[in-house]
């Protein structure tokens, strides 16, 4: 199994005002996994940010997927 390093962070935090201030790949992992309503989490697009994390954590991308990944997503869904 390969190593996660999800303590790596972005190119700068993403910030999500009046909600959370995401700083490592660990916090968008919380922010899907955990924060999210179960119902956001089963859309495709949800678990797309979660695989593009996992992969950065992994080494398998740049930080900077993840972070344009969830600017989308946050922007797709009004938040």
Do not use: C
Not at 5 to 14: G, L, M, T
Not at 16 to 26: A, C, H, Q, R
Not at 55 to 63: F, I, K, M, S, T
């Amino acid at each position: 199994m390969a190593y996660h390093n999800w303590h790596r962070p972005p190119p700068q935090p993403i910030i999500i005002p009046k909600v959370m201030t995401l700083s490592t790949l660990d916090d968008v992992r919380e922010l899907v996994h955990q924060h999210s309503p179960a119902e956001y989490r089963e859309k495709q697009t949800w678990q797309r940010v979660a695989a593009v994390t996992t992969a950065a954590a992994r080494g398998q991308l740049p930080a900077e997927e993840v972070t344009v990944a969830l600017k989308m997503l946050l922007q797709l869904e009004g938040i």
